[in-house]
């Protein structure tokens, strides 16, 4: 078993749209959660990072953790075709500078006009 | 702020040679430094970690021998990939970190090295 799971789809979605992006994973150690937007051959972009469980809010992104469940989720709301990427979960059990991140295996998001 | 270049961004060679990567952090120190591999349609796989001045640690099953890591200033780090065969064709990514990061890890744009 992976230590995250994520669907790696693709999600095809209109313009407008709300996405839903998921992980669940199995190590109760981790307690650093980020969500990373990578486009075609690019390194990744961190969108969102949360300690612990609870939700953050930036924009049109909202990332949520439920630690008891081991889910965590990245919600983007009036999905434009410049979110069109590939979105990857990553965790981390010690602080994210200096820790090991452990990523999904990407959900790869398609925006159509 | 807070930006990791990487070079090449893309290298083709012959199955035998060896190719450096470099990793460089523009405007901060980076103390961390951190290499990923990634195939098609997967995710991000780390091989080593390093620290400034000090040996790299690297993920178990990845050869040490093959993939050289030198962290040897707090602005580059560079990886060897000597022997190249073409399984080694992949795409590498580095990424930084340091005291002014905020706690968080700058990934390089990645350099895609195609082996023949």
């Known amino acids: 078993q992976k230590e995250v799971e994520q669907d790696p789809g693709p999600l095809s979605v209109p313009e407008g749209a709300i996405v839903s992006l998921n992980c669940t994973y199995s190590?109760?150690?981790?307690?650093?959660f980020m969500w990373y937007r990578q486009y075609s051959r690019k390194g990744p972009e961190l969108l969102m990072y949360t300690y612990s469980s609870g939700n953050k809010e930036d924009g049109r992104f909202t990332a949520q953790v439920d630690k008891s469940s081991k889910y965590i989720s990245l919600f983007i709301r009036d999905s434009q075709p410049s979110d069109s990427a590939t979105y990857l979960c990553a965790m981390s059990a010690s602080g994210t500078s200096y820790g090991k991140l452990t990523f999904g295996q990407g959900t790869i998001l398609t925006v159509h006009p | 702020g807070a930006v990791v270049s990487q070079h090449p961004s893309r290298v083709i060679c012959k199955s035998g040679t060896s190719v450096k990567i470099e990793c460089r952090s523009l405007?901060?120190?980076?103390?961390?430094m951190f290499w990923y591999r990634q195939f098609p349609k997967q995710s991000l796989m780390l091989m080593a970690t390093?620290?400034?001045?000090?040996?790299?640690?690297?993920e178990q099953g990845v050869e040490k021998d093959k993939f050289l890591i030198n962290h040897a200033s707090l602005t580059l780090s560079t990886l060897t990939v000597t022997s190249a065969h073409p399984e080694d064709s992949s795409f590498y990514i580095c990424?930084?970190?340091?005291?002014?990061?905020?706690?968080?890890?700058?990934f390089g744009p990645g350099t895609r090295l195609t082996v023949l």
């Open positions: 405007d901060f120190q980076a103390t961390t």
């Open positions: 990424s930084a970190s340091g005291r002014l990061t905020t706690d968080t890890q700058y």
């Open positions: 390093s620290n400034e001045g000090s040996k790299a640690t690297y």
């Open positions: 190590n109760s150690a981790f307690q650093y």
